[in-house]
């Protein structure tokens, strides 16, 4: 059985991690900014009281991921998957093209996007290295790619997500000598509140894929920027 932490799991393709790790019989802790109010983790909470930990978590909120983070210790002595999934492609729903760009609004995303996703995996860090060959699987996104035709919009969520992808493969270079490993993932156009309706794959697909990717990794994959189906993105 294996230990999971989850952001952004009340919902989307958090959610469908949370569902899938649990009917393989994993212990999944699943972080919201307000679990009480999930209807979908609560449901799922009553069907697996023995193995869904539900937590409180603002990744904007230094005191809630260090909270949560003491949560996460009272709860496993070590984690051996940490998935970065919470993410925002427009705070507020606030249009992020030009002549409605905003200095609140890039920080905002960035907070969300890229620097939250970093300040978890630090608080965490000391239970990943307690886990069993932990493995660190941050959501990203295509549009966070430098070799992406841009268009314009959206401004603040692509750099977000190359901020993010920065982040990550400079941790992975470091927590690679520590026994964990780390990769970024584009998760592929899903059907979700964020991905809308006329996206090209449901989130159930990205989410085997994902868990698949995070049981295969191997070292030399360390610091990688791959697809759901864990072909290469070019950076």
């Known amino acids: 059985m294996q230990r999971i932490f989850i952001t952004g799991a009340n919902r989307g393709l958090g959610l469908e991690l949370t569902r899938q790790y649990l009917e393989r019989g994993d212990q999944v802790l699943a972080a919201s900014r307000q679990p009480e109010a999930a209807r979908e983790l609560q449901a799922l909470r009553r069907q697996y009281p023995e193995r869904l930990v539900l937590l409180a978590l603002d990744v904007t909120d230094d005191a809630s991921i260090a909270a949560a983070a003491e949560a996460a210790a009272q709860a496993v002595a070590g984690l051996d998957v940490l998935l970065n999934n919470?993410?925002?492609?427009?705070?507020?729903?606030?249009?992020?093209?030009?002549?409605?760009?905003?200095?609140?609004?890039?920080?905002?995303?960035?907070?969300?996007?890229?620097?939250?996703?970093?300040?978890?995996?630090?608080?965490?860090?000391?239970?990943?290295?307690?886990?069993?060959?932990?493995r660190i699987v941050s959501i990203s996104s295509g549009l966070g790619s430098l070799t992406w035709k841009a268009s314009g919009e959206p401004y603040h969520y692509s750099a977000s997500k190359a901020a993010l992808n920065m982040y990550m493969r400079s941790l992975a270079a470091e927590v690679g000598h520590q026994g964990v490993l780390s990769v970024i993932v584009d998760p592929g156009w899903m059907r979700t509140g964020m991905g809308g309706t006329h996206a090209t794959q449901e989130p159930a697909d990205s989410a085997r894929g994902i868990i698949r990717l995070?049981?295969?990794?191997?070292?030399?994959?360390?610091?990688?920027?791959?697809?759901?189906?864990?072909?290469?993105v070019p950076w």
């Open 214 to 232: 995070a049981e295969q990794l191997h070292a030399e994959e360390n610091g990688g920027f791959v697809t759901w189906q864990n072909q290469s």
């Open 86 to 134: 919470a993410g925002v492609y427009q705070p507020g729903g606030v249009a992020q093209g030009l002549g409605q760009l905003t200095a609140a609004a890039a920080a905002e995303t960035f907070r969300i996007n890229a620097v939250g996703p970093l300040l978890v995996t630090q608080a965490l860090l000391a239970l990943l290295r307690a886990g069993h060959k932990a």
